[in-house]
Every structure is written in structure tokens, then in C-alpha cells.
């Protein structure tokens, strides 16, 4: 976050958050308070003090913003400017003009299965303001957490990440975020760009970009890495931060895993730890069948 903090959007922010091609993550906290992170690429500023988004399909953001109402948020857009904050939510709509917007553009307007249905809004806390990303800063980082990797020791036990989830992650050009839950109750997001899978139980990330704010995460607080393709593949890891460590001479924050979750369609759902297969039985009545005589 900038020192000098923002309580409401400009008309700038406004216009740059618009655009339906862009990055939308909002941080929520689930049923037991952890951190968790949703892509929403509607999510914009609608309003000097409001954000909003607009609502096409389910998922678990959803309902987590009806009980733990305190968010944050990231927008990027494809000029990689980022804009990032605190939210808490306000209530939604089945009409106005958000909604009006949203089943206007083209991704929704022609798209007969996929219409917008419900808008969300959120009352601004605070913003950065638009901040273009340090790529610069970036590529070195990730160049230290690749020697991190390399020379850093490896935790041999039962693996947690998979195969496609360790490629996912180390691919160069996907994106990566953090998320926390912050001391005044409200989840943080962080871009964490230059994470790679260390082993198959850890993350690490090199904190030689964005370190004031790394350093400002607790040591042992659960921590939510979230990873995207720009192909929309993307997975959410959670597990325990272990702080800023000394890992093959490298500064680096490290993650032990232990959640994994594919927020893909069409079959989003909790990878691990493995959710038990539990048979589904019916009733002799239940396949009975109504035929309509000619």
C-alpha cells in the first residue's frame, strides 16, 4: 500500500478499472476466518467510493462475503497498472445501472447462459491508487527465487501439490498473489509474481520486491497464494507462513501447504487434503418415470 493512503477513486481509477479485459481478485475470509481468493474479472470502481462486480455464476466468495463482510482487492489492467485496497460489502442488486452496464457488454450480452443476475457492491476503505507494476524488480526476484529453489533443501514427505499444480506455478508468465488477513481484520493481496513450487509441499517467493509489505506479514499466519494463467487456469494453495528465511543464500519467504483448491469450472472443488468419495443412493421412487401417452 502507498504511505499516503487514497479513500476514494478518482475519475482516472474510475475509467482505468472499467475495462472488461483486466485482472479482478478479491480476498475474502472463509467460514473459519482464513484467507481466501477469488478471480473476478468484472470487478471495477463504480463510483468515488464504491467498487462493485457482477455476479454470473456461484462460488464460495459469494457466500463468504455475507458473514465476514471486510475484503480486499486487486485490478490490473492490461497496461499491468495495479490498483489495490480494502472493501467492506455493502449489498447487491437485481437491477440499475451497474447491472445494466454489465449485461451490455459484449461478453454478456450475447452470451445466453452466462447473464449477469446479480451486481455487488462494496464500500471503499482505502486504495493505493494506480501503481504500475515493477517488472523490473519482478525478473530479478524471480531469478533469486530460482537459485533459492535450486540450492535450498527439499522436504521429502507426502507430496500436497501435484504434478499440474507445481507446473502451474513455476511456469514463467503466470501470475501470483498473496493474501493475508492484516491485524485491523481486513485480507491483504500482494503480488507475488516471482513464487515457484519449492518442493512438492512448500512455496517460496524471493522478498526483494514488495519487501515492507512481506515483512509485515506475520510469521506462522495462514497465508493464500493464489496462481493464474492468461489462458484462466488458475488454483488456489493456503497454508502456513513460515516467514523470511535464509534459503540458499537468498531471502525468501517460504509456505507450507496443506490446501489446495481448483476454482476451474466445470467442476471446481478442494484437491487436497483429498475429499472422501461418498456413494449417492436413490430410491426405487426416485427413477420412476412419467411417460405421456399418445
Known amino acids: ?9 478518482s475519475e482516472e481509477d474510475i475509467t482505468g478499472t472499467r475495462p472488461e479485459m483486466k485482472i479482478g481478485l478479491l480476498a475474502t475470509m472463509d467460514s473459519e476466518g482464513l484467507p481466501h481468493v477469488t478471480l473476478l474479472s468484472s470487478l471495477m470502481a463504480c463510483s468515488p467510493k464504491q467498487l462493485c462486480f457482477g455476479q454470473f455464476v456461484e462460488g464460495l466468495s459469494k457466500k463468504y462475503i455475507l458473514d465476514r463482510p471486510e475484503t480486499g482487492f486487486l485490478i490490473m489492467d492490461l497496461g499491468k497498472n495495479l490498483w489495490r485496497g480494502t472493501a467492506k460489502y455493502a449489498g447487491s442488486a437485481k437491477e440499475g445501472p451497474q447491472y445494466d452496464h454489465y449485461n451490455n457488454v459484449p461478453m454478456f450480452r450475447y452470451n ?11 464500500d471503499l476503505v482505502e486504495h493505493t491508487g494506480k501503481i504500475p507494476l515493477p517488472m523490473g ?6 531469478l533469486k527465487t530460482m537459485v533459492a529453489r535450486t540450492l535450498g533443501g527439499k522436504d521429502k514427505r507426502e ?8 507446473a502451474l ?6 501470475l501470483k498473489f498473496l493474501s493475508y488477513i492484516a491485524g485491523d481484520g481486513y485480507p491483504r493481496i500482494i503480488p507475488a509474481i516471482q513464487t515457484r513450487s519449492f518442493d512438492a509441499r512448500r512455496v517460496l517467493f524471493s522478498a526483494s520486491v514488495y519487501n515492507d509489505e512481506l515483512k509485515a506479514i506475520p510469521e506462522g499466519a495462514p497465508l493464500a497464494v493464489f496462481c493464474m494463467a492468461l489462458s484462466m487456469e488458475d488454483v488456489l494453495l493456503r497454508g502456513v507462513y513460515r516467514g523470511i528465511r535464509n ?6 519467504g517460504v ?3 496443506n490446501w489446495v483448491y481448483n476454482s476451474m469450472p466445470p467442476s471446481p472443488g478442494q484437491i487436497y487434503p483429498p475429499v472422501e468419495l461418498k456413494p ?9 418415470i412419467h411417460r405421456q401417452e399418445p
Do not use: C
Not at 507430496?159 to 507445481?166: D, M, S, Y
Not at 506455478?169 to 503466470?174: A, C, D, E, S
Not at 449417492?280 to 420412476?288: E, H, I, N, Y
Open 247 to 252: 534459503t540458499g543464500g537468498i531471502a525468501a
Open 1 to 9: 500500500m502507498n504511505r499516503e493512503k487514497m479513500t476514494a477513486f
Open 137 to 142: 524488480k519482478i525478473v530479478f526476484a524471480a
Open 169 to 174: 506455478v513455476n511456469k514463467i508468465g503466470n
Open 112 to 122: 445466453a447462459y452466462l447473464g449477469v443476475h446479480t451486481v455487488h457492491y462494496f
Open 159 to 166: 507430496p500436497v501439490l501435484n504434478t499440474w499444480t507445481r
Open 280 to 288: 449417492v443412493l436413490f430410491s426405487g421412487a426416485d427413477f420412476s
Open 255 to 257: 509456505v507450507d501447504v
